[in-house]
């Protein structure tokens, strides 16, 4: 399964069947038992959130956030990446990041087209201005200037932004292509900070990237007697703040590489405030054609707002959750998943417009009744069915492992790292997953290592979570190539760059976002999950394990 998920030589999904067909065949496991793993309660709360983002989709709710957003950080270069990165994080810690990232694209490119034509226009004024003030007429360019402005004009083709001016003079055709490589080269870095954010966002929420939903699914199926460990509250208090910062350190590294840190320049860019203000209308022109907020708009958001805040207080550690007051206070019987579905199918009963009180339209006809915020049609069209079957597949892996002794045989032949210091390991394994996650999808990647994270852990007598909770973030970290993920794959074709761009990017955000990772997992994330002792159910599962 390992060697046909990295090679994908036939659908991730098929693979994650294979345990159904070989475990009974192999006399591992009954099929029946097999077979159960592929619903868990895991899955059920990643259809729960992706009913939730279907949703939000459906009524461009997520659109009126982000320009909503961006009215309010206004137009600066520096100001404008850190808000369209910082709204592309948000929205991805609830919808999908490859809908966040093609969402974003498209206005970052139109207010850094309008950008460029105001500051370029801005400048033909002022040359204009001066050649009649001298009474000088523009003068031809040397060689080495023309040489250079072929280099120019190649590199500007490349990209969409495109500048129009009435002169056509040889000093302003050179001034033009200048303008056009510099917001060329600055459309390369707004697209890889919206590709990144996207990416970062999603480690931020248990539901907002598909390698989250698998660490809570095999903590649950590796160890039954955790407690409930993870859920929606206690990861978002871990790993939020290691968003924040990784997507801090990633705006200062993409701030360097593509505006410099010149603040006047950054921050103003040489344009003048008429510049800002028609950049600015873009914008502004953006929300107003959304129009007012609409009665199905109002309903997803309140829905949305009430699903956040019922898995934060679901069980959020400190103080009982309304879960166990209100139902039991031994049992874990409301999960998260239940929350999720239970919201998620009010979708279905609740009519996206206010019906007519009696029940008459206005040619006096019998009105037909609304339809609701979602049907099941569009459920089906964008519901991402293999991933369901992938989840399943990773947990009927590890059950697997777990009855056949493969995972204690695993955690024995781990056991000379005792020798090595806990956060060496951690680093060299984040690493590890970093770099085979560019190569291999991050749900693959997530659920080939995990079992084998949690065997070498029981083996050397450390907390799981000290090594599954960085990895499974580090499963995100795909910053390098193209085809590591589909946010990659979106701004590289749609911003024209370079595998080399997105290369050199990368690499150091990759080893940046590792630092960062067991930089929280060694401090806030000690104190959060007890990670400096051995946990009493990690030791029941080993004596379980047969």
Same mark, same amino acid.
């Given at each position: 399964?390992?060697?046909?998920?990295?090679?994908?030589?036939?659908?991730?999904?098929?693979?994650?069947?294979?345990?159904?067909?070989?475990?009974?065949?192999?006399?591992?496991? !009954?099929?029946?038992?097999?077979?159960?793993?592929?619903?868990? /309660?895991?899955?059920?709360?990643?259809?729960?959130?992706?009913?939730?983002?279907?949703?939000? !989709?459906?009524?461009?709710?997520?659109?009126?956030?982000?320009?909503?957003?961006?009215?309010?950080?206004?137009?600066?270069?520096?100001?404008?990446?850190i808000g369209f990165m910082s709204t592309t994080a948000f929205?991805?810690?609830?919808?999908?990041?490859?809908?966040?990232?093609?969402?974003?694209?498209?206005?970052?490119?139109?207010?850094?087209?309008?950008?460029?034509?105001?500051?370029?226009? &801005? !400048? !033909?004024?002022?040359?204009?201005? %001066?050649?009649?003030?001298?009474?000088?007429?523009?003068? &031809?360019?040397?060689?080495?200037?023309?040489?250079?402005?072929?280099?120019?004009?190649?590199?500007?083709?490349?990209?969409?932004?495109?500048?129009?001016?009435?002169?056509?003079?040889? /000093?302003?055709?050179?001034?033009?292509?200048?303008? $056009?490589?510099?917001?060329?080269?600055?459309?390369?870095?707004?697209?890889?900070?919206?590709?990144? &954010?996207?990416?970062?966002?999603?480690?931020?929420?248990?539901?907002?990237?598909?390698?989250?939903?698998?660490?809570?699914?095999?903590?649950?199926?590796?160890?039954?007697?955790?407690?409930?460990?993870?859920?929606?509250?206690?990861?978002?208090?871990?790993?939020?703040?290691?968003?924040?910062?990784?997507?801090?350190?990633?705006?200062?590294?993409?701030?360097?590489?593509?505006?410099?840190?010149?603040?006047?320049?950054?921050?103003?860019?040489?344009?003048?405030?008429?510049?800002?203000?028609?950049?600015?209308?873009?914008?502004?022109?953006?929300?107003?054609?959304?129009?007012?907020?609409?009665?199905?708009?109002?309903?997803?958001?309140?829905?949305?707002?009430?699903?956040?805040?019922?898995?934060?207080?679901?069980?959020?550690?400190?103080?009982?959750?309304?879960?166990?007051?209100?139902?039991?206070?031994?049992?874990?019987?409301?999960?998260?998943?239940?929350?999720?579905?239970?919201?998620?199918?009010?979708?279905?009963?609740?009519?996206?417009? +206010?019906?007519?009180?009696?029940?008459?339209?206005?040619?006096?006809?019998p009105a037909e009744a609304p339809s609701p915020l979602l049907?099941?049609?569009?459920?089906? $069209?964008?519901?991402?069915?293999?991933?369901?079957?992938? +989840?399943?597949?990773?947990?009927?892996?590890?059950?697997?492992?777990?009855?056949?002794?493969?995972?204690?045989?695993?955690? $024995?032949?781990?056991?000379?790292?005792?020798?090595?210091?806990?956060?060496?390991?951690?680093?060299?394994?984040?690493?590890?997953?970093?770099?085979?996650?560019?190569?291999?999808?991050?749900?693959?990647?997530?659920?080939?290592?995990?079992?084998?994270?949690?065997?070498?852990?029981? %083996?050397?007598?450390?907390?799981?979570?000290?090594?599954?909770?960085?990895?499974?973030? &580090?499963?995100?970290?795909?910053?390098?190539?193209?085809?590591?993920?589909?946010?990659?794959?979106?701004?590289?074709?749609?911003?024209?760059?370079?595998?080399?761009?997105?290369?050199?990017?990368?690499?150091?955000?990759?080893?940046?976002?590792?630092?960062?990772?067991?930089?929280?997992?060694?401090?806030?994330?000690?104190?959060?999950?007890? +990670?400096?002792?051995?946990?009493?159910?990690?030791?029941?599962?080993?004596?379980?394990?047969?």
């Amino acid at each position: 399964m390992a060697l046909y998920w990295c090679t994908e030589c036939i659908p991730l999904a098929v693979t994650a069947l294979l345990p159904v067909i070989l475990y009974p065949m192999l006399g591992i496991l !009954e099929a029946g038992e097999v077979c159960v793993q592929y619903l868990k /309660d895991s899955n059920m709360l990643f259809i729960g959130g992706l009913l939730v983002a279907i949703a939000v !989709e459906q009524w461009r709710l997520h659109r009126r956030i982000a320009v909503l957003v961006l009215l309010i950080v206004g137009v600066k270069p520096s100001l404008l990446m850190i808000g369209f990165m910082s709204t592309t994080a948000f929205l991805s810690m609830w919808i999908s990041n490859s809908a966040a990232t093609a969402m974003m694209l498209p206005i970052a490119s139109a207010v850094l087209q309008q950008l460029c034509e105001t500051e370029a226009n &801005a !400048e !033909e004024r002022k040359f204009s201005l %001066a050649a009649a003030k001298n009474g000088q007429e523009n003068q &031809a360019f040397e060689m080495g200037d023309i040489e250079e402005s072929k280099e120019n004009e190649l590199e500007a083709k490349e990209s969409s932004i495109k500048i129009e001016v009435c002169d056509t003079s040889p /000093d302003a055709k050179q001034r033009r292509l200048k303008m $056009e490589q510099k917001y060329a080269h600055l459309k390369k870095g707004m697209s890889l900070s919206i590709c990144y &954010a996207a990416s970062i966002g999603g480690t931020a929420t248990l539901t907002g990237t598909t390698p989250n939903v698998i660490l809570k699914g095999q903590i649950d199926e590796l160890f039954p007697q955790n407690g409930g460990i993870i859920n929606f509250a206690s990861w978002f208090g871990f790993a939020f703040p290691n968003m924040v910062l990784t997507l801090a350190l990633s705006w200062l590294w993409l701030q360097f590489m593509f505006l410099g840190f010149n603040l006047k320049k950054s921050f103003g860019c040489g344009t003048n405030k008429e510049s800002d203000r028609e950049a600015y209308q873009v914008i502004r022109n953006e929300y107003k054609k959304l129009g007012k907020m609409s009665f199905a708009e109002a309903c997803v958001l309140v829905i949305f707002i009430l699903l956040v805040l019922m898995w934060f207080t679901r069980e959020p550690g400190f103080i009982p959750g309304w879960a166990t007051v209100l139902f039991n206070k031994e049992k874990t019987y409301v999960t998260d998943g239940t929350v999720a579905i239970f919201m998620s199918s009010l979708f279905f009963c609740i009519p996206s417009n +206010l019906p007519r009180c009696c029940g008459k339209s206005e040619d006096g006809t019998p009105a037909e009744a609304p339809s609701p915020l979602l049907k099941w049609d569009i459920v089906q $069209e964008k519901m991402p069915w293999n991933i369901i079957l992938l +989840l399943g597949g990773g947990f009927a892996l590890a059950h697997g492992s777990e009855k056949s002794g493969l995972s204690v045989w695993l955690g $024995e032949s781990l056991t000379p790292l005792q020798s090595i210091p806990p956060f060496a390991i951690c680093i060299l394994l984040c690493l590890v997953v970093a770099m085979f996650t560019e190569c291999s999808s991050n749900v693959a990647t997530t659920t080939l290592f995990l079992p084998v994270l949690a065997s070498m852990a029981i %083996a050397i007598k450390i907390h799981p979570l000290y090594v599954m909770i960085p990895c499974t973030i &580090a499963a995100s970290l795909a910053f390098m190539l193209p085809v590591a993920t589909p946010p990659n794959a979106i701004a590289f074709s749609f911003a024209n760059l370079k595998v080399m761009d997105m290369a050199k990017a990368g690499l150091v955000l990759n080893i940046v976002g590792v630092l960062i990772i067991n930089l929280a997992i060694n401090t806030w994330g000690v104190t959060m999950f007890q +990670l400096n002792t051995f946990p009493t159910w990690a030791d029941v599962n080993v004596t379980q394990t047969p």
